[in-house]
């Protein structure tokens, strides 16, 4: 069973362009999630997904974030005009189900995640 | 909000036993989750506490109490692909389930 897959693995731009990352969660996967890691900090919620509908956008830093996932499959977060705090890895994760549905851990399945540098 | 402390560095020695601490504070508590992530790598699941105790697995054991809002992951016979950073996360009923990750702890393994 393929993981969770995202593209590019890395992304080298200017400040003021254009960037779209891409997240194939794993089949069957109704949960899905983007998080992002600064330099030196934890691991930071962006948003939540389940199926095409977002369960939680909570964690976006600003409105030059835009997070989809049209027909509740493969989701996209791009940022536009990027800026140099944006500089990270950003890490998508699914889940089948949330813990405690059905006996579940809620265990995340992570990619390898997709490392933007913005100069 | 939600807080996570854990030490941001370790060192052991191969073959012996080192304890990760995590504390934590939340309202609504789900359950806490031990991840561990090799450098340049996707983070994998180790373990999941909901309930107070401990939970065994092979060479790893998670431990959690509500009440101390306290957790630590014990690693056995450490090896030399242990070395990676070790992420505490929190899951809260009412912020809907988002699973919130402390800084990690990133263990070093010696010869």
């Known amino acids: 069973e393929a993981g969770v897959t995202q593209f590019p693995s890395h992304s080298v731009i200017e400040k003021g362009q254009t960037v779209t990352l891409r997240c194939d969660p794993i089949?069957?996967?109704?949960?899905l999630y983007w998080y992002r890691r600064v330099m030196g900090k934890e691991i930071k919620f962006l948003l939540h997904?389940?199926?095409?509908?977002?369960?939680?956008e909570s964690g976006m830093p600003n409105n030059r974030f835009l997070a989809e996932r049209t027909g509740g499959t493969y989701s996209t977060l791009k940022v536009q005009p990027a800026e140099l705090e944006d500089s990270g890895v950003y890490f998508c994760a699914s889940s089948p189900r949330l813990a405690g549905e059905d006996g579940s851990t809620g265990e995340l399945f992570f990619g390898e995640g997709s490392r933007l540098t913005v100069l | 909000g939600q807080n996570i402390d854990q030490p941001t560095e370790m060192t052991a020695t191969e073959g012996a036993i080192v304890q990760i601490n995590c504390t934590y504070q939340t309202s609504g508590f789900n359950g806490l989750f031990w991840y561990q992530q090799h450098a340049g790598e996707a983070p994998t699941f180790l373990s999941y506490?909901?309930?107070?105790g401990l939970e065994e697995k092979g060479r790893f054991s998670s431990f959690l109490s509500r009440s101390k809002g306290y957790s630590y992951l014990l690693l056995k016979e450490l090896q030399m692909k242990d070395s990676a950073s070790y992420l505490c996360a929190v899951s809260a009923w009412n912020r809907d389930d988002k699973i919130i990750f402390g800084k990690g702890t990133r263990l070093h393994i010696l010869p």
């Open positions: 506490n909901v309930l107070d």
């Open positions: 997904f389940v199926k095409e509908s977002k369960q939680d």
């Open positions: 089949s069957g996967h109704d949960n």
